[in-house]
């Protein structure tokens, strides 16, 4: 697939000109070259986890599931957690932070990925939306030791199913759990949420009170779950500019970005490093 001149074009111009980078990424840029596996659907979620056919992606995904299909649950993250810990950072992530060290007010990287992926590359100013699979703590928000940090380590089997034991368990008798924003966690903040959002609205502002030229690139972002599509939308209004959108799946054309789409972000990213 060959990226439209005239977008990239645009684009190019769009990021030399800029003083500092905000890039908005989602499951697309770990996935950046074949790196790392994506499924989309269901059928995808068990041709990788055969152990879990019959429940669905969201199923799984949930805090109750740890109190419900605990070996199952804590199995897929496990395996999560070793795959990405084993797996090196995209090449996404390079070309990103090379072009971010290109300006003089540096840049941001905002993600959905919790493999902590971002920070392994060098990135220092990182805002994991979602939380990082690095962290596990207490299940229980009546436990003392809720959001203290616990290491767990448990072998899976060849199908991913976790061995429980009592390492699964706070002192309390709750599950430990992963710091990554569930399906069903209504209110819940990961651990370095608020630590990450604070460097990154004081690095925010002084964009603004700086009235730097500010270019947005969306890398990877589908529209699942939107969150990063409204995220890059609701900044490129702010720093009156257009987003720039990696994806790999083709996008219909829109004013409101610029289309770098139906290609993967590694040569999307390239082109723009030029
Ligand atoms: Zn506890």
């Not at 299909?69 to 070793?82: E, P």
């Not at 992926?117 to 962290?135: D, L, M, P, T, Y």
């Not at 890059?232 to 829109?254: H, L």
Request: glycine residues 6%; contains cysteine.
């Amino acid at each position: 697939m060959i990226i439209d001149e005239s977008q990239l074009k645009a684009a190019r111009k769009i990021v030399s000109a800029a003083d500092a980078v905000i890039l908005v990424a989602g499951a697309g840029m770990s996935a950046a070259g074949g790196v790392l596996p994506t499924f989309r659907d269901n059928e995808g979620f068990w041709r990788h986890y055969p152990g879990l056919k019959g429940r669905s992606f969201f199923t799984v995904a949930s805090l109750n599931s740890f109190y419900d299909d605990h070996s199952a649950t804590l199995g897929f993250y496990m395996h999560r957690k070793v795959l990405y810990r084993d797996t090196m950072p995209s090449e996404a992530y390079r070309l990103s932070l090379a072009l971010v060290e290109q300006k003089p007010m540096k840049g941001v990287l905002v993600t959905t990925n919790v493999d902590g992926h971002a920070q392994r590359a060098g990135f220092a100013n990182v805002w994991e939306v979602h939380g990082s699979i690095n962290e596990w703590h207490c299940a229980s928000v009546n436990c003392t030791k809720y959001r203290k940090v616990v290491e767990l380590d448990v072998p899976v089997d060849s199908e991913f199913i976790a061995s429980v034991n009592s390492s699964c368990f706070c002192d309390c008798g709750q599950p430990i759990r992963p710091s990554i924003m569930l399906f069903d966690d209504i209110g819940y903040q990961p651990l370095s949420y608020a630590m990450q959002k604070s460097v990154f609205d004081q690095y925010f502002v002084s964009l603004q009170e700086k009235k730097a030229k500010v270019c947005v690139i969306e890398v990877g972002c589908g529209n699942a779950v939107p969150t990063q599509r409204i995220n890059s939308g609701r900044y490129s209004k702010i720093f009156s500019t257009k987003v720039i959108r990696i994806n790999k799946e083709k996008e219909s054309d829109s004013d409101d970005f610029l289309n770098l789409t139906g290609v993967d972000a590694v040569k999307a990213l390239s082109s723009l490093l030029g």
